[in-house]
């Protein structure tokens, strides 16, 4: 199967997390593609334009995330699943999704950023970073009891949100809101913090990108 991605590795971070935990990186072939190049390979597979985009080995595409996590997590060769079942499933999707959204606002505010500054709206930053710190705290209110379950997709997202935010920082970048020069997100979300550094030291969220594309 063919794992179709953007230069920017967060966005196949979290599929490769799954492969690994599975047993089954050494199936996964790499293409990349950059959807805001004219010629673009995406557009082949993918409607939308928006990687990555999963092709398994009968050529069917997938695309969404959690849909290919979903996906390479259903081929898993370890007896491991990171998709837990019955009532564990929904707090660990929720959870998923929490770390989902913290990095699309993180990367909503960079790319808001991007434009002269008298053209950004900064009602908008502002709201994406509300979301920002919205997430962290319902992480810090949750961490005691996440940390004690089964490594899971929702594991897998926040730590993916998580590892974003201190790769950009647009908050201290931006500087919106007294305090934000220094911004950091550790702060205040002490139980948080503990887990993301015991969690990253986990070998499949410590692989990265560069690793599996060397070898395809």
Known sequence: MKLVFTPNPKYIHKALVVAHEGGILDRVEFERSVPFDEDTSIWRFNPLGKVPCLITDDGAPLFGGLVICEYLDSLSTTGKSVFPTGHARWPALRQAMLGEGMFDATTNMRVEGWRPESERHADYMLRERRKVINALDMMEREAAQFADAPFHIGHICMA??????????????????????????RAGRAGLAAWYDKAV??????????????KS
Do not use: C, K
């Not at 993916?160 to 997100?185: C, K």
């Not at 499949?204 to 594309?213: I, K, N």
């Open 160 to 185: 993916g949100g998580i590892s974003y935010l201190e790769l950009r920082n647009p908050i201290q970048e931006h500087d919106m809101v007294s305090g934000d020069a220094t911004f950091d997100w």
């Open 201 to 214: 030291s986990r070998p499949s969220l410590a692989y990265r990108y560069e690793h599996a594309v060397s």
